[in-house]
């Protein structure tokens, strides 16, 4: 590693990628190259001799570009958005060129340090309940994605219920959640080894926005109880990924509390809007919830991987996570002065991530933070404006935050063909709408099935997009309705 040789290609790489960023509008935002398209232009092997960094981003530019779907676009309103920026990258590349690995205190204090206090900061500005901050016994850790945290606390869960009832009981374990809740939880409680059969999906309903009924999951648990089962785990979402739905966390958390079970919150995408006062609404009842986490990488400008977890109890991790081999001994630990975060994932190694997430909340500030989110929540508010002044589209359901659910009307589909009658063909139209919009690489979104209906979701919240951006997409949408509905297709 030859520092002067570093700064030079480190100043390059840096020019490419802000000369990326100049052009980025330019690229079809979803890739549009065939499966296998790499392979067919890369060597075979690895060079056997050393090649310049120039020669390497001329590849880069000629056959890496073509193949990336571009998060970053202005024009991408597809699944959640991985929310780049100026400090976000900075940070990271603090953090990567740093490269220490910060598995416990010892490995590299500022690492373990910085991450509980950024915690801390993060969770105050949320207006998390106190119970969840260090200060107050609870606490918070940076994890890759929220798959790992939900993973992670499952197993505190299970771990403190089966030292309660034996660990004859684990295959009674429950897990609860809606049929809104994300599908990580399912591989979660897989990996955590619950019973397939004992995943409990509670249907919701259109009547109810897709959010979990209080009602139902009381039923589900009498009947597991019935049965002679034990609850274990429940998870409210605060922001489903189909249409962002928010599930009512004060009676869920009060029906759990009461039977005992852990309440994980999973507020990946609509976390982040919590630091704005008017958002932290939704978070009422959070105080009866075992722990809360939130992707800062997807709408808090910080890159991935960037997943925040608090907990209310940080042993119930720490009992079901700890390993301390001879090699890892040292005084801070053993005089139990210091966190080692080893104990609170899955991983023994560890990347400084709190630096990115510090560069963020320094480098904007809380007010900038809350006007980038709010900018990005009027655009949407926006773009439901322009849908509902065209009769051929329906907003499916009322807008929260940054994303509108809408389609192409079944109603006005149907004055044109009866063959609309079947709900069926109504999806295959909108389908089709998605498929031809993606394919002009003018734009990118992505869609849902919710009880059966096929819907198209426009998720703000690219940092480079402003309205125009949003009124081109709703121009490109309208055209290609247009010309579907002139087409023949119905
Ligand atoms: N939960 C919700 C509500 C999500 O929307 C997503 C991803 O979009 C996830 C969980 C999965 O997050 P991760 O990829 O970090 O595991």
């Not at 490269?99 to 500005?125: C, H, Q, R, Y």
């Not at 589909?413 to 394919?439: H, W």
Request: glycine share 6%; hydrophobic share 40%; with cysteine.
């Amino acid at each position: 590693l030859d520092p002067e040789e570093f700064r030079r290609q480190g100043h390059k790489i840096v020019n490419f990628l802000a000369d990326y960023y100049q052009n980025i509008e330019q690229y079809p935002v979803c890739s549009q190259v065939n499966p296998g398209y790499l392979q067919k232009i890369v060597p075979n092997s690895a060079p056997n001799n050393p090649e310049s960094l120039e020669k390497i981003l001329k590849d880069v530019e000629r056959d890496i570009i073509p193949g990336l779907t571009h998060w970053q676009s202005p024009n991408f309103f597809a699944y959640f958005p991985s929310s780049g920026s100026t400090a976000g990258f900075l940070g990271e590349m603090l953090s990567v060129g740093f490269n220490v690995v910060g598995f416990n205190w010892i490995s590299s204090p500022a690492a373990t340090e910085l991450e509980s206090i950024v915690m801390d900061w993060f969770g105050k500005l949320l207006n998390l309940p106190n119970c969840f901050l260090f200060a107050s016994g609870g606490g918070g850790v940076l994890q890759g994605t929220t798959c790992e945290a939900m993973l992670c606390t499952i197993v505190a869960a299970r771990d403190q219920m089966l030292r309660k009832i034996s660990r004859e009981n684990f295959g009674k374990l429950v897990v609860y959640a809606s049929d809104q809740t994300h599908f990580s939880l399912k591989k979660a409680a897989h990996i955590a080894g619950i019973d397939p059969g004992n995943f409990r999906v509670i249907p919701t309903t259109k009547a109810s926005e897709y959010t979990l009924c209080p009602k139902s999951l009381r039923l589900a648990i009498l009947n597991d109880l019935k049965e002679g089962n034990v609850p274990l785990f429940l998870c409210a979402t605060i922001g489903t990924t189909s249409t962002t739905s928010v599930d009512p966390l004060r009676s869920l958390c009060e029906i759990a509390k009461e039977f005992g079970i852990w309440v994980h919150v999973d507020a990946a995408y609509a976390g982040s809007a919590c630091i704005c006062p008017e958002f932290q609404v939704f978070l009422d009842g959070v105080e009866n919830a075992n722990s809360f986490s939130l992707n800062a990488h997807k709408w808090f400008f910080s890159t991935l991987d960037c997943c925040c977890l608090w907990v209310k109890d940080p042993s119930a991790l720490t009992n079901a996570l700890s390993i301390n081999p001879e090699c890892l001994r040292n005084k801070a630990t053993e005089l139990n002065q210091v966190i080692d975060y080893k104990d609170w994932q899955i991983a023994l190694s560890r990347r400084f991530r709190a630096l990115k997430l510090w560069l963020v909340l320094r480098s904007y500030g809380v007010i900038n933070l809350r006007n980038l989110i709010r900018s990005h929540v009027n655009m949407a508010k926006h773009f439901e404006g322009l849908i509902a002044m065209d009769k051929r589209f329906e907003i499916f359901v009322p807008r929260k935050f940054a994303m509108v659910c809408f389609r192409i009307s079944p109603l006005v589909l149907r004055q044109v063909s009866t063959k609309f009658d079947d709900e069926k063909e109504v999806n295959m139209f909108n389908t089709r709408l998605v498929e031809s919009i993606n394919s002009c690489g003018k734009l990118y979104l992505t869609h849902g099935v919710v009880g059966g209906t096929y819907i198209i979701r426009f998720a703000i919240g690219a940092s480079l997009t402003h309205y125009r951006h949003v009124d081109i997409a709703w121009k490109v949408i309208q055209d290609h309705a247009n010309a579907l509905l002139n087409q023949g297709y119905v």
